[in-house]
Each structure stands twice: as structure tokens, then as C-alpha cells.
């Protein structure tokens, strides 16, 4: 079955450090990919995505995410994380067959930044 | 331009009472979509509507009904609300050429 891992559900780093989330994926060819990030009672703001070409993908925000084939992973990444980059992260997955545009989304990583 | 709007934000309902959780996109998007948020298991989908005229059941859809209006409008209904349908909704939109889906800011709803 299709499914998508985010194996970290609290991550906590130092203001200035780099951040890297990670997000696995179960589907058997390339899925479509997403981050999002939800800040506290918010809705959902798309940070980056990846359809093809290019496997570094950059976003908003300073963001960017990796995606991995032999691993079936897409990780995000900060070089230098802000206090404001404190949120809720969520991979999602999208697959090609049929058109139904629907995702599934990971558990989600809670980003909290020590000043 | 608004982007997708959701009403209300906030709701808090007894157990057996019936309300419509409203979203509206201005983006003249074919695809719309409704989620539940709960914590520690991400959003799931609970009722979608590829274009106007259709919908599909999702991951959780006991309990809800979905209509969608029009092209603009597609609500979700509780005709007889549980507490176990304590949760945050989204509603999400998505343009017909791509996979990108833009969110609405939430209901929040309590069943007591």
C-alpha cells in the first residue's frame, strides 16, 4: 500500500543551526512531492515540490529538499534555521496514475527552535 | 483574490446535532478536496471532488456527506456529530493541471 513516513515526530535545534527533516515514501514508481509547513492555527503553506528533472529542488523560505530514488526519500533542509522556522512540517505524496490530484500525508514533524 | 476560504472557523457542537462546514476557492481550480487533521496522524482525506459534478469517497469518510455546488463550492456535512469527530478540517484545491493543493485556514470543531 501506498504510504508516507516522517520518522521524527518532535525535532528541537539551536537558533542558527541546520535543520534537516526527513520524509520515506512506499509507492513503486516516482511519486509527485511535497512539503508543507503549518504554523500554530494556520492552514497549510506549500514550501516546495518536486515532479522531475532536477533532484535539489529550492523553496520558499531558504528551503530545500533532496529527492532520493534508491531511498525513496525526500529530506528537507535549512542551513541556518530562524527562530520564526518554529512549525509543523508535513511531507506529502502525490501519485501520476489516474488524475485524481489526491495526496497522502505524513504524520508530521514539530520543529522547535531553542534561542 | 481570497484563495480558499473556509466558515466557521470555530464550532462547537453536542453529540446528534447536524451542521455544513462551508469552502469556497476563487481560483477557478477543478479539483476540491476535504481533510481532517488530528494530532499525530497527519491530514486525511476524507471526501474529494475531481471536477464539478463528482465526488469520491477518501481515507475516513464515515459519518460526513460532501456536495459540491458548483465549481466554486463544495461543503462537508455532519448529520449526526460524534465526539470521535473532534478535529480540525481543511479544505484544499487544486488546479487541473498540477499536483499542488492550496489550503484554507481550518474549522476547528468540538463534539461534546
Known amino acids: 500500500a501506498q504510504s508516507v513516513t516522517q520518522p521524527d515526530i518532535h525535532i528541537t535545534v539551536s537558533e542558527g543551526a541546520s535543520l534537516e527533516l526527513r520524509c520515506n515514501y512506499s509507492?513503486?514508481?516516482?511519486?509527485?512531492l511535497f512539503w508543507y509547513v503549518q504554523s500554530p492555527g494556520q492552514g497549510l503553506q506549500l514550501l516546495l515540490k518536486?515532479?522531475?528533472?532536477?533532484?535539489l529542488v529550492q523553496g520558499i523560505k531558504g528551503f530545500e529538499a533532496e529527492f532520493k530514488r534508491s531511498q525513496s526519500s525526500f529530506n528537507l533542509r535549512k542551513p541556518s534555521v530562524h527562530w520564526s522556522d518554529a512549525a509543523e512540517y508535513f511531507c506529502?505524496?502525490?501519485?501520476?496514475?489516474?488524475?485524481?490530484?489526491?495526496?497522502?500525508f505524513g504524520q508530521g514533524t514539530t520543529l522547535q527552535v531553542k534561542p | 483574490n481570497a484563495g480558499v476560504t473556509q466558515t466557521p472557523k470555530f464550532q462547537v457542537l453536542k453529540t446528534g446535532q447536524s451542521m455544513t462546514l462551508q469552502c469556497a476557492q476563487d481560483?477557478?481550480?477543478?479539483?476540491m478536496y476535504w481533510y481532517r487533521q488530528d494530532p499525530g496522524m497527519g491530514l486525511r482525506l476524507i471526501y474529494y471532488?475531481?471536477?464539478?459534478?463528482?465526488?469520491d469517497k477518501g481515507e475516513v469518510p464515515n459519518g460526513y456527506n460532501v456536495s459540491r455546488l458548483n465549481k466554486r463550492e463544495f461543503s462537508l456535512r455532519l448529520e449526526s456529530a460524534a465526539p470521535s469527530q473532534t478535529s480540525v478540517y481543511f479544505c484544499?484545491?487544486?488546479?487541473?493541471?498540477?499536483?499542488?493543493?492550496?489550503f484554507g485556514p481550518g474549522t476547528r470543531l468540538t463534539v461534546t
Open positions: 484544499a484545491s487544486r488546479a487541473a493541471d498540477s499536483y499542488e493543493q492550496y
Open positions: 481560483m477557478n481550480h477543478n479539483s
Open positions: 509507492y513503486g514508481a516516482t511519486p509527485y
Open positions: 471532488s475531481a471536477s464539478e459534478g463528482t465526488t
Open positions: 506529502a505524496v502525490g501519485f501520476p496514475s489516474g488524475n485524481t490530484g489526491k495526496l497522502i
Open positions: 518536486y515532479f522531475s528533472g532536477d533532484t
